[in-house]
């Protein structure tokens, strides 16, 4: 008999009725998980919540009703779906390098937006004040890490880009900001909120040197003279905390 809250899939066919009316009474619910993806490329269409609801209606009523687990709650933790569009990276063009390759350098990086660099995602880029301009230059787009898969777009065609520009990688609102880091002491950034009357709200101030290195604690070195060789004082202290 499976616990409240455990997943119902697991031998639920036999006995349906009893395990049914126990199930009622235990809160029981199947957890669809997340996953539903989102249109990242303009000419990519967004999933068909509508649809897929029906589709789990069906099903829902294919199986769970005539098995007498009705009524049954049914979960879904969407994540991307619900923020994923609705949020942008804006960021600044620090460097043009123009070798083999053209490159424009920005000073986001992975420690904002780990996906194109982390598995190759793909993310568009626009850049404002020149999005009806040709795009005619192609560019590898990097962020400011010291790591050589730190990329937001590679050969991606796009706008003469000047140093300076802003540009606005779209569709960050999951898997973004969240799955930030401060490696290469990258400190994360604000992240401000654009209301429905066009005003723009401060939800989350930037990180800080400060913020940083706050969970350092080298208040126990303090005693260290140059010797660091553990005292008797460090020893008692260390194989106090040890038991
Ligand atoms: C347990 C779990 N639920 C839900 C989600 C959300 O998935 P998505 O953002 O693809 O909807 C994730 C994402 O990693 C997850 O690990």
Known sequence: ?????QDLHHGHERDQTSHGNRLHHKNIGVNLGGG????YRPEEEPVDLPALGREIRAVYEARIMPNGLHPLKIALELGRAITGPYGYLVSRVLHKKETYKNYVGLDASMAN??????????????????EDWPHDQVYDVTGSLCEN????????????????????????????HSMGFNYNGKLRSAELLLRPDGGVTMIRRAETV?????????????????????SERH?????????
């Not at 400060?210 to 553990?230: C, K, V």
């Open 1 to 5: 008999m499976p616990e409240a809250g």
């Open 36 to 39: 539903v993806g989102i249109p």
């Open 113 to 130: 937006l780990m996906r194109p660099g982390m598995y190759g995602a793909y993310h568009h880029i626009t850049v404002p004040g020149k």
């Open 149 to 176: 898969n730190d990329k937001f777009a590679i050969d991606r065609w796009l706008p003469r880009i000047d140093v300076g520009d802003l540009v606005v990688i779209h569709d960050t609102g999951a898997h973004g």
């Open 210 to 230: 400060e913020d940083y290195f706050r969970t350092i604690d080298f208040s126990q070195l303090e005693n260290m003279d140059g010797d660091s060789r553990p």
């Open 235 to 243: 020893i008692s202290q260390y194989t106090a905390v040890g038991k």
